[in-house]
Structures are given as structure tokens and as C-alpha cells.
């Protein structure tokens, strides 16, 4: 199998990676070209100055880059991957972005003969880098199993959800479950901290009960102690926010806290504080 991968970002990088190291004949192309460069020096595989040249013997082409304006500048245009893709060729865009862009590009690429899949993922730098990330699909099934065996090379679990748009109708709820369980988890924190609790006893205590997260078992500890540089940053959480607070306004449900929870991270983010985790929520309610 052949295989192209646009965006070598905290995730791409490594998950570009993950498939070079299993066999899969890697072509790469990352917007700033010394990346690329790099990359190919350490896993030995190829790097092109253009998504269009990456992409032309691809199989599969992987897409992880910012926002919509970016997915549609890799996809579009003369040195855009559409201009070079491969008749049968599968595109997964594991880049978080809005379900209308999803249905966009399933049809752009349809129009060029191949199947598009959106495949958001969750688990961030940690789970890319090693290759335990949660992967969301919308797409075909056809296209779905023919994309199996590169998930694998950097999933714990995938999943096909329905039609293009449902990995990032998927990722949308992933999203807002997080946001109010790390504003949660800050307000707990504040609370233990201001009392004097000891807090590594105090997240071992919850974990065995009904509070128990990932994040509290992730992060706690690591909030308590004023750290928050765990790669996915404040900046995409209010990106991701305003994408599920855009759908959810469209189908007519009310989401207060996501709402809530996305004003405090644009409070942070006017405190300079953009590339900071998102637990940095903690920091709104102590010193820490």
C-alpha cells in the first residue's frame, strides 16, 4: 500500500510515523517543508513540496492540518491533492472540522473518483504518539474497511459512525463531554486546594468512585502542580467548540455549559495564554 500524509503537526508527525514503521510506503508534505524534511530523515520515507505531488501514487491520503480553511487549502487548487488524486483512492481527513466541510469534500472527491472518509480523533499528542488514539468515521463502509489496516497502525479503537459528517458529528459531542468534565474538574480542584487537601490523596480516592476520568487521572495531578503543556491547546478547543455550538444551533438544542466553558477559554486565551492544555481552566479559579 502506498500511502500520502498532509500535515505534520503534534499528530501527524507521529501518526505518519506509526505507518512508515508498519510497512506502508509513506509520502509526506507539511506546509513548512523542514518538517517534512525531518520526518523523512527519521522514518525514511518520502517528502514532497505540494499535496499534489505527495498524493499522486497514493492509495490512501491522510489529511490532519488546522481548520476548515486549511483542509479545504491542502484539497483545492492547482497544487491541491484533488488535482493529482489517484482514481479509487481513499482520503481520510482526521483533521477536527465542521460536518458541512465533511459532506463538501465527500462529494469533491467522489467527483474525481475516489471515497472520502472524515475521521476526527481523540486522545491527543500523547495518543498519537503512541498509537492508542480513538478514531470517529463517517463514510462508507466499503471505504471504511479498506482503511482499516492504516488505522491500526496508530488506533485503539475506530469506528464507523454512518454517512460523511458522522466522525465529526462524533468528535462534536467528544468535545463538549470534555469541556464540562475539565471545567468540573477545575472547580473540584479550586475547592480542594483552597480547603488544603492533599491532592495526589484526593484523586486516588475519586478514581475509585463515580468521578473517575480520564482527565482526572490524567490530569489532576499535573493541574494541581500548575503544568499545562500536553500539546493539544486552548486555541483548537475554542475552534472545535464553536463548530459544535454552530451544529448544535442549526438542530435546535441548547448547549449552556459547552457555551459557558468556550467564554472561559477565550478569557485565557486574551491572558496570552493560547497554547496552554485545556486544563488550563484551573488557572481562571486559583494561582496554580
Known amino acids: 500500500m502506498k500511502a ?19 510497512g506502508i510506503e509513506m509520502t509526506v508534505y507539511n506546509r513548512t517543508a523542514a518538517k517534512a524534511q525531518a520526518w523523512a530523515a527519521e522514518f525514511g520515507g518520502q517528502w514532497q513540496k505540494t499535496p499534489r505531488e505527495a498524493v499522486q501514487n497514493a492509495d490512501i491520503v491522510l489529511v490532519c492540518v488546522g481548520n476548515d480553511d486549511d483542509v479545504r487549502s491542502v484539497f ?44 476526527p480523533v481523540s486522545g491527543g499528542q500523547a495518543g498519537a504518539e503512541n498509537g492508542q488514539l480513538s478514531i470517529m468515521v463517517g463514510g462508507t463502509p466499503q471505504a471504511f474497511a479498506a482503511a482499516e489496516p492504516v488505522f491500526k497502525c496508530y488506533g485503539k479503537v475506530w469506528q464507523l459512525l ?31 486546594l483552597k480547603s488544603g487537601l492533599d491532592i495526589p490523596t484526593v484523586q486516588q480516592v475519586l478514581a475509585g468512585g463515580a468521578a473517575q476520568s480520564w482527565q ?29 455550538l454552530q451544529e448544535a444551533q442549526s438542530k435546535g438544542v441548547d448547549m449552556p455549559v459547552a457555551s459557558l466553558v468556550r467564554g472561559f477559554y477565550q478569557e485565557l486565551q486574551k491572558q496570552g495564554l493560547n497554547r496552554c492544555d485545556t486544563s488550563v481552566l484551573l488557572k481562571r479559579l486559583t494561582d496554580q
Request: hydrophobic share 45%; charged share 15%.
Open 76 to 119: 483545492y487548487g492547482d497544487d491541491g491533492l484533488l488535482a493529482s488524486l489517484k482514481a479509487g483512492a481513499i482520503v481520510v481527513d482526521h483533521t477536527t472540522t465542521s460536518a458541512e466541510l465533511a459532506r463538501e469534500l465527500s462529494a469533491a472527491v467522489a467527483q474525481h473518483g475516489g471515497s472520502f472518509l472524515d475521521a
Open 4 to 22: 500520502a500524509f498532509i500535515g505534520l503537526g503534534v499528530m501527524g508527525y507521529p501518526m505518519a510515523g506509526h505507518c512508515q514503521r508498519a
Open 216 to 244: 482526572l487521572q490524567n490530569r489532576a495531578l499535573t493541574m494541581a502542580e500548575g503544568e499545562y503543556d500536553f500539546g493539544f491547546a486552548i486555541d483548537w478547543m475554542v475552534k472545535d467548540l464553536g463548530y459544535c
Open 162 to 192: 454512518g454517512e460523511a459528517g458522522s466522525g465529526q458529528l462524533c468528535k462534536m459531542v467528544n468535545q463538549v463531554c470534555i469541556a464540562g468534565i475539565l471545567q468540573g474538574l477545575s472547580e473540584g480542584l479550586a475547592l480542594a
